[in-house]
């Protein structure tokens, strides 16, 4: 499967941004997405993924209550909503699928298939 993310810019703090990653493939329906995101200097970090069927969802603390993690599976989409955004909030952030073998996972070594970042600016 191919992942394309995008949705990313330059915003103020307390701003907002919907990131959408759009995949190819008629199988996106089997596959675990998440987002992660990784700042300058820094590893890159687990944010939310939702499960398969979209019953599922979970989020690092970090974004927890802020951030909202969404699939449209007839659209092979999936969507990152980030309210309240803050300057930590500042990073690339990555779209990625996990073949529904297991439970959703939060690691990178989860995933199979990484879109290209998208980068997400937040000012002070």
């Known amino acids: 499967v191919q992942l394309q993310a995008y949705g990313g810019g330059l915003v103020q703090a307390g701003g907002y941004l919907r990131l959408s990653c759009a995949a190819s493939?008629?199988?996106?329906?089997?596959?675990?997405m998440g987002w992660f995101r990784q700042a300058p200097g820094k590893e890159r970090e687990f944010v939310a993924v939702?499960?398969?069927?979209?019953?599922?969802?979970q989020y690092a603390d970090s974004v927890k209550g802020r951030f909202t993690i969404s699939r449209d599976n007839a659209k092979n989409t999936v969507y990152l909503q980030m309210n309240s955004l803050k300057p930590e909030d500042t990073a690339a952030y990555y779209c990625?699928?996990?073949?529904?073998?297991?439970?959703?996972?939060?690691?990178?070594?989860?995933?199979?298939?990484w879109g290209k970042g998208t980068l997400v600016t937040v000012s002070s």
């Open positions: 990625a699928a996990d073949w529904a073998t297991y439970r959703p996972g939060r690691t990178t070594a989860s995933y199979e298939y």
């Open positions: 493939g008629r199988t996106f329906s089997g596959y675990h």
């Open positions: 939702i499960s398969w069927s979209g019953d599922i969802t």
